[in-house]
Structure formats: structure tokens, C-alpha cells
């Protein structure tokens, strides 16, 4: 089966950054693309940042646009997520999610994900 892991989570302080990386293991697999969630404590699980490897186009959600960059390497099925001016509402766990292939438009919508990480907790203090 298809394993996610996220790493690089942290305590920080606002204002400050951080770089999550998520990686594939176990069975290998084509994605189509992957991208960022996060959920913050009594809140639903929102789309933060998505990457579609054809055309190497790129997602953000408005609360983290400019301050936030997706990146990574189709053929390895990674995925980094860089942060910077961290800000206390972006505190959440963060899930790395991957798109298995086929083809989609709705990359803010998690349900167009097929395999999710365990999650990385980012706490930003003021």
C-alpha cells in the first residue's frame, strides 16, 4: 500500500518559518498531483496548498497566498510545503495528500485525494 509521511513540523513564532516535506514509500504509483491540508482544533480539514505536475501548476488558499510555496518532484512523489510569516491561525496539524492519476480540477476539494499522511502538528505562537 501507498504510505505518506510528513515531517518538519514544529513550535515557532510568529513570524518565522518552517518547511514540511512529505514523501512516498511502499507500493509505487503514478500521482497525478498532491497538495497541503491542515486542520485546525474543532475546525474541518481546509485545502492550504496543491501542486498538478502537468504544467507544474500551483494552488493556494487566500489566507496563505504570498507567504506560502509548494514544490516538489513528480517522479519521486514528494512534496514540500514552505511557510513563512507564520501567523498564529495557521496553527493546525498539516496533511500531505496525493492525487493517484487520472485527472481532476478540483484540487481544493480533499475528496479528490487518495492517499493522506498521518499529519505534522505547526503550532505558531504569538
Known amino acids: 500500500q501507498v504510505q505518506l509521511v510528513e515531517s518538519g513540523g514544529g513550535l515557532v513564532q510568529a513570524g518565522g518559518s518552517l518547511r514540511l516535506s512529505c514523501a512516498a514509500s511502499?507500493?509505487?504509483?503514478?500521482?497525478?498531483?498532491m497538495g497541503w491540508f491542515r486542520q485546525a482544533p474543532g475546525k474541518e480539514r481546509e485545502f492550504a496548498a496543491a501542486?498538478?505536475?502537468?504544467?507544474?501548476?500551483?494552488e493556494y488558499a487566500e489566507s496563505v497566498k504570498e507567504r506560502f510555496t509548494i514544490s516538489g518532484d513528480s517522479a519521486k512523489n514528494t512534496v514540500d510545503l514552505q511557510m513563512n510569516n507564520l501567523k498564529p491561525e495557521d496553527t493546525a496539524v498539516y496533511y500531505c495528500?496525493?492525487?493517484?492519476?487520472?485527472?481532476?480540477?478540483?484540487?481544493?476539494?480533499?475528496?479528490?485525494?487518495?492517499?493522506w499522511g498521518q499529519g505534522t502538528q505547526v503550532t505558531v505562537s504569538s
Open positions: 501542486i498538478r505536475w502537468r504544467g507544474w501548476w500551483t
Open positions: 511502499g507500493r509505487t504509483f503514478s500521482s497525478y498531483a
Open positions: 495528500a496525493a492525487v493517484k492519476g487520472g485527472s481532476s480540477w478540483f484540487l481544493r476539494n480533499k475528496a479528490e485525494y487518495d492517499y
